[in-house]
């Protein structure tokens, strides 16, 4: 799995469906076949970015996903 903000694929797992990016320090989440991406706030609050993307940034590459979980 890579990053669709900044492409690396230091991603960590934080949750059951959820990542995040070393790289660039945002937080993904896949629901279904569906990929959201959210900034960490200083306060710890989360601040979407989806409309940063387009719709095939937004797919989540499962193959990778999987064999690195």
């Known amino acids: 799995m890579k ?38 706030e200083e306060d710890g609050t989360l601040s979407s970015l989806d409309d940063l993307f387009s719709p095939e940034e937004m797919q989540p590459d499962f193959p990778q996903m999987h064999a690195s979980s």
């Open 3 to 40: 990053c669709p903000n900044c492409s690396s694929k230091d991603i960590g797992k934080i949750g059951s469906h959820q990542f995040y990016c070393w790289g660039c320090f945002i937080e993904l989440t896949i629901n279904g076949e569906k990929m959201s991406v959210y900034q960490v």
